[in-house]
Structure formats: structure tokens, C-alpha cells
């Protein structure tokens, strides 16, 4: 494997598995020096993954190691509560090991909470799968037809925020009701949107 393809190792309690995507924010408290994982997906033994995983539910503080950039951060998963986070696993027999991939509540479709996680598949994913998400969180009626419009404002507004990543797309979004439902008809009024479900252009600047 090439020095630049080298991947970050995670390391927590005397455990170590080695990175292969993660994606993370600041901690808003500057003076904890921390990063807060969104997502994390580990590859390593299964003994090594289930320490690092009982550790990383409990808040416990970790290292993440990226040798391509020579940077060591401390990181710890998102506060969100151990019940909010998924795990999911798989055996790896070709690379005699074990995957273990890390999702908490707010990446799920159907969770109970106005602000989601988006992890698109590609880059052409990311309208529609933050239209779909947006449709079942808000009560404004929203139209498939709109989503590029619907994304590129929410890029606009800090509404959809991207976080650092590695091997994934990532994207915080946290919608603001009443500046979309503004946005939304001075788009209508200005002929931007169409109440049919099309969208006559894609505005580069705020609607209106």
C-alpha cells in the first residue's frame, strides 16, 4: 500500500484497529482539544473492535493516528447518548478479520428528531437523499422536483454543514422550519420553483 493510501489507527484502553472511514467535527468546547465522531468503521480483530466499542459507547476518550499526514487527534464519539449509536458488524475471512461500523441515531431515516446525519453514496446522491429526509421532518409540502434547489440553499443557509471525513461523505444538517418555508415561497413567487414539482433554474444566491 502506498505511503499516501496509509490508513489512520484508532487506539483506546491498550486496543488498536485501523481506520478505514471516518467522519468528525471540533468539539465545541475548544479547551477539551477533541474531535467528535460522527462515523467510524474499524477494521481489526473482533476481540480488539468489541474493547474499543464498549470504550468508545462509554464516552472514553481515544487517539486517532493519521500517518499519511503525521497527525495524532484525540477523539470521542458524538455525546449522543450510548442508546443512540448502531453497530454494525461483518466478518472479513479474505483479510482474516472483522468490520465493525459505527451509526448513530441521527442516521436513520425514520428517527424521532428534527436534525439528521447524511452519508450519501456519491456526490449525485446528496439532493435526494437530504430531500428525503427534510420531507419526513418538516410540514411544508416538498417536492422531489426541488431537491437540488432544496440542497444547495441548505449549503447556503449552514443548514447542511460538510464535516472532515475519510472514505465517506458526511454532512450535519440541522433544519431551520421558518427560514425554509420563507425561502421556499419568495423561490414560488419569483417563478424559481413551480408548484408542480419543477424548479425553473438553480438560484446562486438567497431566494427572493
Do not use: N
Not at 449525485?124 to 422536483?145: Q, S, T
Amino acid at each position: 500500500m502506498p505511503e499516501s493510501k496509509a490508513l489512520s489507527v484508532l487506539q483506546a484502553g491498550g486496543f488498536s484497529a485501523t481506520v478505514d472511514a471516518f467522519a468528525w467535527e471540533p468539539d465545541p468546547d475548544l479547551a477539551a482539544r477533541r474531535m467528535r465522531l460522527w462515523f467510524l468503521s474499524l477494521l481489526g480483530s473482533q476481540q480488539a473492535l468489541k474493547a474499543l466499542w464498549a470504550r468508545l459507547v462509554k464516552g472514553e476518550l481515544a487517539t486517532l493516528s493519521r500517518e499519511a499526514l503525521g497527525q495524532v487527534h484525540f477523539c470521542a464519539l458524538a455525546p449522543e447518548g450510548p442508546r443512540a449509536w448502531r453497530s454494525f458488524t461483518a466478518s472479513l475471512p479474505a483479510a482474516g478479520g472483522h468490520q465493525l461500523a459505527l451509526l448513530p441515531e441521527a442516521a436513520r431515516h425514520t428517527a424521532v428528531r428534527d436534525d439528521f446525519l447524511l452519508l450519501p453514496r456519491t456526490g449525485e446522491e446528496a439532493p435526494l437523499l437530504h430531500f428525503r429526509f427534510l420531507d419526513r421532518r418538516v410540514d411544508l409540502p416538498l417536492h422531489a422536483g426541488w431537491c437540488t434547489w432544496l440542497w444547495e440553499r441548505a449549503l447556503r443557509a449552514g443548514e447542511a454543514v460538510a464535516l472532515e471525513a475519510e472514505g465517506i461523505a458526511a454532512y450535519r444538517c440541522s433544519p431551520d422550519p421558518d427560514a425554509l418555508v420563507a425561502d421556499v415561497s419568495a423561490a414560488v413567487r419569483a417563478g424559481v420553483l413551480r408548484l408542480d414539482g419543477g424548479s425553473a433554474a438553480t438560484p446562486t444566491g438567497p431566494a427572493g
